[in-house]
């Protein structure tokens, strides 16, 4: 079901039906979208939010077809998705 949408803002661009959610985020990751954001603004001029980079994350782990309910924790999900399980752990 989606939610009632507002004329407010900018227009919806979403093809398919979505729900909006809230996300709580530490300030390393939300460093590191906007980083992200300014470099492809940078490199291509075209702006992105970030939910868009968000979207696109979980939308390539979508599509890697790693079956991602293995995972047991926020680190073997990290693991499964870099591809180092077993592998020596980076500090987060």
């Known amino acids: 079901m989606n939610p009632v949408k507002s ?12 729900a909006k959610i809230t996300v709580v985020l530490l300030d390393r990751h939300v460093a590191y979208l906007d980083r992200l954001a300014i470099d492809i603004r940078l490199r291509h001029g075209k702006a992105i939010s970030r939910a ?13 077809g ?4 293995q995972a ?21």
């Open 7 to 18: 004329n407010r803002g900018r227009p919806i661009v979403h093809t398919e039906p979505w």
């Open 52 to 64: 868009e980079l968000i979207r696109g994350l979980i939308e390539a782990a979508f599509q890697s």
């Open 66 to 69: 790693i079956d991602l309910s």
């Open 72 to 92: 047991d924790s926020l680190d073997s999900l990290v693991d499964l998705l870099v591809g180092s399980a077993g592998k020596k752990k980076a500090t987060r």
